[in-house]
């Protein structure tokens, strides 16, 4: 299997609820390494340039409002099929749907407050990737 780096978001949900540290757990258990990591509070042009994708979606003016209602911690996790691995990890995006076991199905609050983020393809991972580090905050 291929070595891949992804995106991860603990969000502001996650980060109220000091569940940062058991949420780490659950991707360092499944063999992903948390290669760089800051905590973060994002502005509004920010979140609105991160979910650019979504613009159209009715809920984006929620999800901008909600990625900046407190800090948030952006990670780069690494290792076999990494992209796909975390989205194993985290569940579905809404929480009723996500299998058990999965982060969003013990943490997440809602569809829209579901505690994680990460990249959907290698290709937006090298984007969002881009979007938050420098080369040389990543040590791998
Ligand atoms: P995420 O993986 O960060 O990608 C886009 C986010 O939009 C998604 O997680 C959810 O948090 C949010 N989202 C998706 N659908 C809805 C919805 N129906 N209502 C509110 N937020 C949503």
Do not use: C, W
Request: proline share 3%.
């Amino acid at each position: 299997m291929a070595i891949e780096r992804t995106l991860s978001i603990l969000k502001p949900d996650a980060t109220r609820r000091n569940l940062t540290g058991a949420i780490n757990q659950r991707f360092e258990e499944k063999g992903l390494r948390i290669v760089a990591q800051k905590r973060i509070h994002l502005s509004r042009r920010e979140a609105g340039l991160f979910y650019e994708v979504h613009k159209e979606r009715p809920f984006f003016d929620e999800l901008v409002e909600y990625m900046v209602s407190g800090p948030i911690v952006v990670q780069v996790l690494e290792g076999d099929n990494a992209v796909a691995n975390n989205r194993e990890i985290m569940g579905a995006t809404d929480p009723s749907k996500a299998d058990a076991g999965t982060i969003r199905k013990d943490f997440a609050v809602s569809i829209g407050e579901n505690s994680v983020h990460g990249s959907d393809s290698l290709e937006n991972a090298k984007r969002e990737i881009d979007f938050f580090f420098s080369e040389s905050e990543i040590v791998g």
